[in-house]
């Protein structure tokens, strides 16, 4: 498939007998690294807490497999109030950006907000890679303009994907799109060869600090 054409339909590149055993890979992976970050965990809960006395767990309604929502769950990294006036898309430079708390700072650069998300992994709500889950609100906005991400509801969302590997965090609606295009191409090609690179691209970018 062409990373930029327009295809009326995008099957999964994993059969049914994969993409079960795909499921129970990231279920007992999730639940083992729970156990291992358990600490961290508790670290990073005082380290918030004490900042602002807010609420620690932060979660958020998304869209995820057969088009459900479910809530994802991460640390809290923004001031209580950050989206007081409704939904804003992250800055490009995101550890700039004013909403974020000092501790919250510390997070994003690390990616260690996404911690939570282990849980998601381990109910079911996500998978270890696979599109990134986006609210309703701005798919409603990518609706518009391509229809064609009705396709990725075929697949649990992931806690990294291809497409933020190569595209980055996505605060323009084209990006968004620009960001569609690689998920679908990531649909039709996955394989559990690729997830491992994907993972392992990922490791590598967090421990250099790259930012994406």
Same mark, same amino acid.
């Given at each position: 498939m062409d990373l930029f054409g327009d295809e009326k339909f995008v099957?999964?590149?994993?059969?049914?007998?994969?993409?079960?055993?795909?499921?129970?890979?990231?279920?007992?992976?999730?639940?083992?690294?729970l156990v291992v970050f358990s600490p961290l965990f508790v670290?990073?809960?005082?380290?918030?807490?004490?900042?602002?006395?807010?609420?620690?767990?932060?979660? #958020?309604? !998304?869209? @995820?497999?057969f088009g459900r929502p479910f809530y994802i769950y991460k640390f809290r990294s923004m001031k209580l109030n950050a989206e007081e006036n409704g939904p804003q898309l992250c800055m490009s430079d995101e550890v700039d950006d004013p909403r974020l708390t000092k501790i919250g700072r510390f997070?994003?650069?690390?990616h260690l907000d996404e911690l939570p998300q282990?849980?998601?992994?381990?109910?079911?709500?996500?998978?270890?890679?696979?599109?990134?889950?986006?609210r309703k609100y701005y798919i409603d906005q990518i609706l518009e303009r391509d229809s064609r991400y009705v396709?990725?509801? #075929?697949? !649990?969302? @992931?806690?990294?994907?291809?497409?933020?590997?190569?595209?980055?965090?996505?605060?323009?609606?084209?990006?968004?799109?620009?960001?569609?295009?690689?998920?679908?191409?990531?649909l039709q090609h996955r394989s559990?060869?690729?997830?491992?690179?994907?993972?392992?691209?990922t490791f590598v970018s967090i421990v250099f600090g790259k930012k994406f």
């Open positions: 099957s999964d590149g994993m059969n049914i007998i994969e993409r079960k055993v795909k499921r129970v890979i990231d279920c007992l992976l999730a639940f083992l690294c670290i990073l809960y005082i380290l918030i807490k004490r900042e602002d006395g807010g609420r620690v767990i932060y979660k #958020q309604e !998304r869209i @995820g497999l997070l994003r650069e690390h282990l849980w998601n992994v381990f109910v079911g709500d996500m998978a270890f890679v696979g599109p990134r889950p986006e396709f990725l509801y #075929q697949i !649990r969302p @992931g806690v990294t994907s291809y497409a933020t590997l190569h595209n980055g965090y996505t605060d323009t609606m084209d990006k968004m799109l620009r960001r569609l295009r690689y998920d679908l191409f990531y559990f060869l690729f997830d491992c690179a994907i993972l392992w691209q």
